[in-house]
């Protein structure tokens, strides 16, 4: 069984360039998330995919946005980067049926974007 | 909206000591609350939750009990290892919500000694 892969594992850009995040979702999983995770705090949830649909945001501007593909992987991409989006970007997926929302999220190990 | 707060470290300690990491939640309703640890190197890993008031979960000698009155779900293990050695982050997902959008707490580093 695969676990989830994200790519690429470090990059650097300037300010207001923009990126695309990449990740693969575990073998049999439907839903992706994304959470950024600046230095020394914890993971704050960015948006949720769930049948290529986002199903969820959390308090982030539009120019954070993504895509989930009909194999379930999933991009996210950040436009006008700021230097405040310097963080660990952690995608993790599950299997949702329904409303269960006690499923466990498998976190891959992070994108870890810096902005200069 | 949602937040959870847990204790500030780094938390030193020898091994075989017993571990305490405080965590609080504020939320509407009665959410799911989780632990996940991170190891150096490696991704956040689920170490255990708890559904619904009184419930305990426990994993690898870790054990949480969710207090609905305290709004608590304090993480414990009786004897440390070395290999304890981590971040730890208690969260909570609401309940009724779409999905498994989680919120954390800052974190808690624990380094365990020899």
């Known amino acids: 069984e695969t676990g989830v892969t994200q790519s690429p594992t470090h990059l650097i850009k300037t300010r207001g360039q923009q990126v695309t995040l990449r990740c693969s979702s575990q073998s049999g999983h439907n839903t992706v998330s994304w959470y950024q995770q600046a230095l020394g705090q914890g993971p704050q949830f960015i948006f949720q995919?769930?049948?290529?649909?986002?199903?969820g945001r959390g308090n982030f501007p539009p120019r954070f946005s993504g895509l989930q593909f009909p194999n379930y992987s999933s991009e996210l991409n950040v436009n006008a980067l700021e230097l405040d989006d310097s963080a660990l970007y952690l995608c993790?997926?599950?299997?949702?049926?329904?409303?269960?929302?006690?499923?466990?999220?498998?976190f891959g190990e992070g994108s870890r974007l810096t902005v200069l | 909206g949602d937040s959870v707060t847990q204790m500030e470290g780094p938390v030193t300690l020898s091994e075989e000591a017993f571990l305490t990491i405080n965590c609080t939640y504020t939320?509407?309703?009665?959410?799911?609350l989780f632990w996940y640890v991170q190891y150096p190197g490696e991704g956040l890993q689920l170490l255990l939750k708890?559904?619904?008031?009184?419930d305990k979960g426990s994993n690898k000698g870790f054990e949480a009990t969710y207090r609905k009155e305290t709004t608590s779900f304090h993480l414990e293990k009786g004897s440390v290892q070395v290999s304890d050695s981590a971040v730890y982050f208690c969260?909570?997902?609401?309940?009724?919500?779409?999905?498994?959008?989680?919120?954390f707490g800052g974190g808690t580093r624990v380094l365990v000694k020899p």
């Open positions: 969260a909570l997902s609401p309940i009724k919500a779409a999905g498994n959008k989680l919120t």
């Open positions: 939320a509407t309703g009665y959410p799911s």
């Open positions: 995919y769930y049948r290529e649909e986002e199903n």
């Open positions: 993790a997926s599950t299997f949702l049926q329904g409303m269960d929302v006690t499923g466990e999220l498998f």
């Open positions: 708890a559904t619904k008031a009184d």
